[in-house]
């Protein structure tokens, strides 16, 4: 697949490390000398410096001969016309990055007139992860697949009884689940049953719904779902309008605090029964003024990760019983399970999870990536065309970084061992460390087909799942 980026920033460059892998190639262009640099240096991609508008330097380059263009610029209008000329010269799909609330009401009408075949919206994904994580019945991530039937969550060791200082195979009441890996000091580790589970670990387990639900209520961390009623919002951008707005809608008092007067007034006049306070959210008296102790969530989306991640340990002292930080700088995603942060969310990378999903077609029904994109995990639907099909997983020859962990076979959910067989329409969720993506891709590429990437080529020139 031939791809161009337009935009080299944090999201421009996640997605340049996550396409630039097997066959790909991978075009990114910006005005920044600097940031091209950076892009150089660490991926193996071409880098032009333009202004992504410009016809000319799209004829140059040859945008006909592109199956995709993804406009990721700071600018919405820009990232709209980007998608428009590229389609007009003749390239076959386009996805824009559009943020702003106005836009998004009208994103079906903007798209067919624009000629985008794929808006992504990063405020507005990440405000509906963050409520999913608040409203469901305990505190840490968890990944649906198959239709809800199979869950992957990820449990901090301590917080289970009876894990730390155990070896995998020693642990007692896990039927029917995987642990896929184990996220220690921030590095993902493949674990075999002879690992073991240290203290602050993050283990990643995977299984049937009800599995993992009795598992959770195990977890001394488990919170009701019905005691989320109050929750106060550290900043008033684009990502605590969408917050503020999806709550509200929920029946759920939402207190926002703000530090710009104007942005202040937009919001009260945007949003319907939301309490919105126009001062410094970092300054405890203002916090204690706001009655922060009797919160049950608070949530820091402010620009700076730094001011987040303080503002929620500073809430976490108060007494609230879940807090959220909105983090941007992939250095400090491996700090955050030392920190005592419930969830610390990624706009970056549900972003880009939402674009490799699109990207991949219809085969791939959701892209999770984890840990800054060290892993991701993705449920593929089989394919009778897949070379996968009807052998033993023992005998795929899968790499150490690859797991299938669950299958989905005739409503049944199935936690596999090196004697299971995937039959086409089976879904199946794969558990894949960032260095072995072009194998993933490879292993499961239709033999009659063109694999992840074959809705952008039309018309162009377990794992060791059991440990068994």
């Known amino acids: 697949m031939k791809t161009m980026i337009i935009g080299a920033g944090k999201l421009g460059y996640k997605l340049a490390s996550a396409l630039s892998t097997g066959d790909n190639q991978v075009t990114v262009v910006d005005s920044d000398s600097e940031v091209l640099e950076k892009v150089s240096e660490h991926l193996d991609v071409m880098v032009v410096k333009a202004n992504g508008v410009q016809i000319d330097m799209l004829k140059e380059l040859d945008i006909k001969s592109y199956n995709l263009v993804i406009a990721v610029t700071d600018s919405d209008e820009t990232n709209m016309i980007i998608c428009s000329l590229a389609k007009k010269l003749g390239c076959d799909k386009t996805i824009a990055r559009v943020r702003n609330p106005e836009y998004a009401r009208q994103k079906n009408f903007i798209a067919q007139a624009m000629g985008i075949d794929y808006i992504v919206n990063p405020e507005l994904a990440t405000a ?259 070379p996968i099909i009807g052998k033993p997983l023992s005998q795929l020859g899968l790499p150490e970084g690859i797991i299938i962990g669950a299958i989905a076979h005739r409503g049944k959910v199935i936690i596999p061992n090196g004697s299971s067989v995937i039959t086409p329409g089976d879904r199946f969720v794969v558990f894949c460390l960032s260095s072995e993506i072009a194998a993933l891709e490879a292993i499961f590429k239709r033999v009659k087909g063109r694999g992840f990437g074959e809705l952008w080529n039309r018309g162009k020139g377990a794992g060791k799942s059991a440990r068994s």
Request: charge should be negative; hydrophobic fraction near 40%; include cysteine.
């Open 128 to 386: 509906k992860e963050i409520i999913r994580y608040l409203l469901k019945s305990y505190s840490f991530y968890s990944g649906d697949f198959a239709d809800g039937r199979i869950l992957m969550v990820d449990f901090i060791a301590d917080c289970l009884p009876g894990f730390v200082g155990k070896k995998i195979h020693e642990l007692e009441d896990i039927n029917d689940l995987l642990i896929v890996a184990i996220s220690r000091n921030g590095e993902v580790i493949i674990p075999s049953g002879s690992s073991s589970i240290l203290e602050k670990d993050i283990v990643y387990v995977i299984g049937k719904r009800e599995n993992i639900e009795q598992l959770a209520k195990r977890c001394k961390s488990s919170l009701p779902t019905s005691s989320i009623r109050k929750v106060m919002i550290l900043g008033g951008g684009k990502l605590g309008y969408y917050l503020a707005e999806k709550l509200s809608d929920q029946n759920i008092f939402v207190k926002i605090i703000e530090q710009k007067k104007e942005r202040c007034e937009y919001l009260s006049e945007k949003l319907n029964g939301v309490l919105v306070i126009c001062g410094d959210g970092t300054d405890p008296s203002l916090l204690d003024d706001e009655d922060i102790s009797n919160m049950d969530a608070f949530i820091s989306v402010t620009g700076f990760d730094e001011e987040n991640l303080l503002m929620t340990l500073i809430a976490k002292q108060a007494g609230v019983k879940k807090v959220i930080a909105k983090i941007s700088k992939p250095s400090y995603e491996k700090i955050i399970e030392r920190l005592g942060v419930d969830i610390a969310i990624s706009p970056i990378d549900i972003t880009a999870s939402d674009i490799l999903k699109y990207i991949r077609g219809g085969r791939a029904v959701s892209v999770s990536l984890l840990l800054g994109g060290q892993a991701e995990v993705t449920e593929i639907i089989a394919d009778e065309n897949m």
